[in-house]
């Protein structure tokens, strides 16, 4: 078992910054692929990005590329999320996932095998 425990996020002006935290527990942390994904109110969850095992890739939704910055610390078993001139439409629940399959398909929640509870980002605008 894996157990995923994201913080920060909160209330954000539109053009603000602030930095999600993922900190995983059980399995070894490090040999799996970790993902951010968000979900709005009344939509569906959608991929914003992922970070290969040893951190040395990283994809990003379109919607966020250049905004957001992911990186982990295997040490400290965490994953981040920088997040960057934030707009109005990031406010979702955004969750962290961890992906032990290696599988190519990282966009999709259904390849994730644990998920966090999820933490609410709002931006004013």
């Known amino acids: 078992q894996v157990q995923l425990i994201e913080s920060g996020g909160g209330l954000v002006q539109a053009g603000g910054s602030t930095r999600l935290s993922c900190a995983g527990s059980?399995?070894?942390?490090?040999?799996?692929?970790m993902g951010w994904f968000r979900q709005a109110l009344g939509k569906e969850r959608e991929f914003v990005s992922v970070?290969?095992?040893?951190?040395?890739?990283?994809y990003y939704a379109v919607s966020v590329e250049g905004r957001f910055t992911i990186s982990r610390d295997n040490a400290k078993s965490a994953v981040y999320l920088q997040m960057n001139n934030l707009k109005p439409e990031d406010t979702a629940v955004y969750y962290c996932?961890?992906?032990?399959?290696?599988?190519?398909?990282?966009?999709?929640?259904?390849?994730?095998?644990?998920w966090g509870q999820g933490t609410q980002v709002t931006v004013s605008s």
């Open positions: 996932a961890a992906d032990y399959s290696g599988s190519d398909y990282y966009t999709s929640a259904s390849v994730y095998d644990y």
């Open positions: 970070i290969s095992a040893t951190g040395s890739s990283s």
């Open positions: 059980g399995r070894t942390f490090s040999r799996a692929a």
